[in-house]
């Protein structure tokens, strides 16, 4: 029995704290209940009006942007890569085959000339090869020379 004295009287004291919380809780009620709550939100306003102001200038200078991307990309003409490529080299190829050509056609009158005085000098070659061979042949041209001369 002596438990049970010791359960109730412990019961005992939970319920009066468990009263004088109540008790305390019902002033707190009617304090608040009396006092009256306004609350400040002005602050909380600027902040969210310039938050506002913020985003659209935000938004206006985006929408600036992406009209002048756009204007860009509808301007510009779209090509492969690979296409852009193929046309410089093309380009840079037939440049240079110009330039060569050029430079070959500068050159033909030194080339003529150089084949020329070559000719020249075989020609000679072989026709004094042909004289020195030929004894005949020698004296029938100094002859042939000599009535050339004389006209």
């Known amino acids: 029995m002596a438990k049970l004295d010791e359960i109730a009287e412990l019961l005992t004291e939970e319920i009066n704290g468990f009263e004088k919380s109540i008790g305390r809780l019902e002033k707190v009620h009617e304090y608040f209940k009396n006092h009256p709550l306004r609350p400040d939100t002005s602050e909380l306003n600027a902040l969210l009006k310039d938050y506002g102001n913020n985003q659209n200038n935000n938004i206006k200078e985006q929408q600036r942007l992406m009209e002048r991307i756009l204007?860009?990309?509808?301007?510009?003409?779209?090509?492969?890569?690979?296409?852009?490529?193929?046309?410089?080299?093309?380009?840079?190829?037939?440049?240079?085959?110009?330039?060569?050509?050029?430079?070959q056609v500068s050159r033909i009158s030194k080339k003529e000339e150089a084949a020329f005085i070559k000719g020249q000098d075989d020609a000679i070659e072989h026709y004094g090869t042909f004289l020195d061979d030929i004894p005949e042949a020698r004296e029938l041209y100094q002859k042939w020379q000599e009535d050339n001369n004389k006209k």
């Open 71 to 103: 204007h860009k990309v509808e301007r510009s003409v779209l090509l492969p890569s690979w296409a852009i490529k193929l046309i410089w080299g093309l380009l840079v190829t037939v440049l240079l085959v110009l330039g060569f050509s050029i430079y």
